[in-house]
């Protein structure tokens, strides 16, 4: 059987075959994002590079995981939870009690995903906001 998000679908029985039939995936399926991940950030206020790497796992449509950071700030470590919904991907960083959220897409492999964040004013995150990309290993 062919792979993807449309498949036809033909039935042979004793010489005669059916009519196509294309069965498609309804509604938004969860990629699979569970892996080691690595992530650069581009601060489009500060002008700073940042980068974090670490684990992701998956159970349906949440997301969570433990990263290593650097180049930021407020911690060396931050936990990440979200969900994804399709391509559609949306992530809370929590860098010690700043809560930076992330929104974006990701390849339809689950081998990619980029988008934008943004920060709160106050703290040390202070309203920062930018670009970010990722890749699984």
Do not use: H
Not at 9 to 21: K, Y
Not at 67 to 89: E, I, K, Q, R
Not at 106 to 122: E, F, L, M, N, R
Request: with cysteine.
């Amino acid at each position: 059987v062919a792979s993807g998000n449309a498949v036809p679908v033909l039935v042979s029985i004793g010489g005669d075959t059916s009519n196509a039939v294309t069965i498609a995936v309804v509604g938004s399926q969860p990629t699979g994002l569970g892996g080691t991940w690595t992530f650069t950030a581009q601060s489009s206020l500060y002008g700073f590079k940042s980068s974090a790497s670490g684990l992701l796992t998956q159970n349906g449509n949440s997301v969570s995981g433990q990263l290593s950071l650097s180049g930021t700030p407020c911690a060396t470590s931050a936990g990440v939870s979200g969900t994804v919904s399709g391509s559609a991907l949306s992530m809370t960083l929590n860098e010690n009690g700043q809560l930076v959220k992330f929104t974006g897409t990701v390849s339809a492999d689950g081998s990619s995903a980029s988008g934008t964040y943004v920060a709160p004013s106050g703290g040390c995150t202070n309203g920062n906001y930018g670009t970010w990309s990722g890749v699984r290993q």
